[in-house]
């Protein structure tokens, strides 16, 4: 083979070999994305058992300023504290009972090795319960908006893509009938951790996070789009 050919076989390997990587990041942002999604509608019918099961097993859920750490952890959040209070304990979907959860405007951004990835989400939320369901969660409103952002992580464990920590922000929350302008957030930040409150975290974080009307940025994982490139981000 002649020094040109060989050249150009080189090119030519280094060029599918670049190819096939870019290919498989864009499987890993689809997998992440599928990931994300499908937790998004296990919630919306309070199926926790499912939700449960994308976590890593050493994986975490931050909600309303605490961590809940492991399997162990991010059941006791989702089964015992959410399941708990919205269905009695029971999988949804439930009579009466709303919790749509909308997933959207996700950028994703995958490690070089494609073992791990991270990932921001958008949510808007619609939830409630009819006025004919027998049991209406304490504190609950009976029609509300909320919405959130994601700013996750995530890991591959035994060949899938799991969630490693899933951080989830309220940003502001609604009555239905009242609208933001006159609502305070029903929820409020954690105060006590488990096990003294047997509902609480693992561990708080180190500042509260205070829900609607106060506001608050939340970081992005990701560098900006035109700036960064050129070395001015």
């Given at each position: 083979?002649?020094?040109e050919?060989?050249?150009?076989?080189?090119?030519?390997?280094?060029?599918i070999?670049?190819?096939?990587?870019?290919?498989?990041?864009?499987?890993?942002v689809?997998a992440i994305?599928?990931?994300?999604?499908?937790?998004?509608?296990?919630i919306?019918?309070?199926?926790?058992?499912e939700?449960?099961d994308?976590?890593?097993?050493?994986?975490?859920?931050?909600?309303?300023?605490?961590?809940?750490?492991?399997?162990?952890g991010?059941?006791?959040?989702?089964k015992?504290?959410?399941?708990e209070?919205?269905?009695?304990?029971?999988?949804?979907?439930?009579?009466?009972?709303?919790?749509?959860?909308?997933?959207?405007?996700?950028?994703?951004?995958?490690?070089?090795?494609r073992q791990?990835?991270?990932?921001?989400?958008?949510?808007?939320?619609?939830?409630?319960?009819?006025?004919?369901?027998?049991?209406?969660?304490?504190?609950?409103?009976?029609?509300?908006y909320?919405?959130?952002?994601?700013?996750?992580?995530?890991?591959?464990?035994?060949?899938?893509?799991?969630?490693?920590?899933?951080?989830?922000?309220?940003?502001?929350?609604?009555?239905?009938?009242?609208?933001w302008?006159?609502?305070?957030?029903?929820?409020?930040?954690q105060?006590?951790?488990?096990?003294?409150?047997?509902?609480?975290?693992?561990e708080?974080?180190?500042?509260?996070?205070?829900?609607?009307?106060?506001?608050?940025?939340?970081?992005?994982h990701?560098a900006?789009?035109?700036?960064a490139?050129?070395?001015?981000?």
């Open positions: 083979m002649s020094e050919s060989a050249t150009a076989t080189a090119a030519l390997l280094a060029r070999d670049g190819l096939e990587r870019r290919l498989g990041e864009l499987e890993d689809s994305r599928r990931l994300h999604f499908a937790y998004g509608y296990y919306d019918l309070c199926q926790y058992d939700v449960v994308l976590f890593a097993r050493d994986g975490e859920a931050i909600f309303l300023s605490g961590i809940y750490r492991g399997h162990a991010v059941a006791r959040l989702y015992t504290w959410f399941q209070f919205f269905t009695h304990g029971k999988p949804g979907p439930e009579y009466g009972f709303l919790l749509d959860h909308f997933q959207m405007q996700d950028i994703i951004t995958v490690a070089p090795d791990s990835a991270k990932g921001r989400f958008r949510c808007l939320l619609a939830g409630g319960t009819h006025n004919s369901r027998e049991y209406q969660p304490e504190g609950l409103p009976a029609q509300f909320e919405a959130g952002i994601y700013e996750n992580e995530y890991v591959v464990e035994d060949g899938a893509w799991k969630i490693k920590r899933l951080d989830y922000m309220v940003q502001w929350q609604a009555d239905y009938d009242k609208g302008h006159h609502t305070v957030a029903h929820l409020q930040p105060v006590t951790a488990f096990p003294e409150n047997p509902l609480g975290p693992d708080l974080l180190p500042e509260q996070r205070q829900t609607w009307p106060h506001r608050s940025p939340v970081p992005q990701y900006h789009p035109v700036l490139p050129r070395g001015r981000g």
